[in-house]
């Protein structure tokens, strides 16, 4: 008997618009600030754990801007008593090296004396202190840094469920975790309905959203997985809205990877998030610990890797990049300001309230009258 499946049709970016709102107000009218348990930001973005993004020193400049850094506690920042020597090895490592002198370098144990030494670092600085772990060393690694001091913990792999399967005696289990630790855990990632439903039925502060859309990332040409991020936030916030309605408390959901412009953080927004978090645009400030490179969590991975460096450059500061003045017209600096203007088109004055905008299918968004922009004539 022949089975027939029908393709579900979704959407990323590039696919659709958001509709001006039938009221307008002032951009300098809106709160774009985002919460989570007892962690509040100015602005709506978090850093992606990435080595290249993520030092103690970025994590002040990131606060400094309003927003939030998230340190990878199995990178080099804690296996390396001067981590910026392997983020200069990884830099200066020609193409056909990199993957190699990647794996070289995350090889060294993790010390945890380190990870108690960096969340001091951010601290001083001023800064929330998130940190990053997979969830087969979050047991083992996560408290050490809440001891220190850390503020949030984000548990993060590749694809994340409330339920699943292996070998291993003793799992991680979120209800477990949350009596272990006591501050906001955030965790990631996922791109459905019913996942991200019953990992806010664990207890859980937050779910990141996006498999595969990083700059960074290879998962989608290495294992053929993922969801466009419109489609991936709307079926997530679904979920939240769900169980909102049901429970009353409110899990935010962050979009994590593809975001490149302020038309994408904002269609991230009216798609449902509650923030973002993006990578690769960092990695193009001036602050960034790696000067213009960028690879992922999983890049070095001692069998699979499902990520590689890319070579993105230096844009500007992360004051231009969040605030501007913008140098340049394609939508890549002043994020925020880009935001503000969106949410006075649409008449939000909060986040929750720019959920409400109308989304539109629309493929010809880019390229409808931009001949000339294209290079076309």
Not at 221 to 249: I, L
Not at 283 to 290: F, G, H, K, W, Y
Request: proline residues 6%; negative net charge; aromatic residues 4%.
């Amino acid at each position: 008997m022949t089975n027939f499946r029908e393709l579900r049709r979704v959407y990323g970016f590039d696919e659709v618009a958001i509709v001006p709102g039938a009221m307008t107000i002032n951009p300098d009218m809106t709160d774009t600030s985002f919460s989570l348990g007892d962690v509040t930001i100015n602005i709506p973005i978090l850093g992606s754990a990435m080595d290249a993004v993520a030092s103690p020193q970025f994590a002040g400049e990131m606060h400094r801007q309003g927003a939030m850094s998230v340190m990878n506690l199995e990178g080099v920042q804690t296996r390396y008593d001067n981590p910026q020597d392997a983020i200069d090895e990884i830099s200066a490592s020609s193409p056909n090296d990199v993957t190699k002198t990647m794996q070289k370098i995350y090889s060294k144990p993790i010390n945890n004396e380190l990870i108690e030494k960096r969340v001091r670092e951010i601290k001083s600085t001023g800064a929330y202190c998130a940190v990053s772990v997979t969830p087969a060393l979050t047991k083992k690694l996560g408290p050490i840094a809440v001891e220190a001091g850390a503020d949030m913990l984000v548990v993060q792999s590749t694809v994340t469920t409330a339920r699943h399967s292996s070998r291993s005696l003793q799992g991680l289990k979120f209800p477990e975790l949350l009596e272990l630790v006591d501050v906001p855990i955030l965790v990631g990632n996922c791109v459905g309905y019913d996942v991200a439903l019953e990992i806010m039925e664990t207890g859980i502060h937050g779910i990141l959203v996006g498999v595969g859309p990083g700059a960074a990332c290879t998962t989608r040409e290495v294992t053929g997985v993922g969801v466009p991020q419109v489609t991936a936030t709307m079926d997530c916030a679904q979920a939240r809205d769900e169980f909102y309605n049901r429970t009353g408390k409110y899990i935010p959901i962050i979009t994590d990877g593809g975001i490149r412009t302020g038309g994408e953080l904002c269609k991230s927004i009216a798609s449902g998030a509650d923030a973002v978090m993006i990578g690769t645009p960092l990695a193009q400030s001036e602050e960034a610990p790696a000067n213009g490179v960028n690879w992922g969590m999983a890049s070095p991975h001692p069998a699979l890797p499902r990520g590689t460096r890319v070579k993105v450059g230096t844009k500007g500061t992360l004051k231009q990049l969040f605030h501007g003045p913008s140098s340049v017209s394609n939508g890549t600096q002043n994020l925020i300001g880009a935001l503000k203007a969106c949410m006075g088109m649409v008449g939000a004055t909060n986040i929750k309230e720019m959920h409400n905008a109308e989304i539109v299918v629309a493929p010809s968004i880019k390229t409808e009258g931009k001949h000339y922009q294209l290079g076309l004539e």
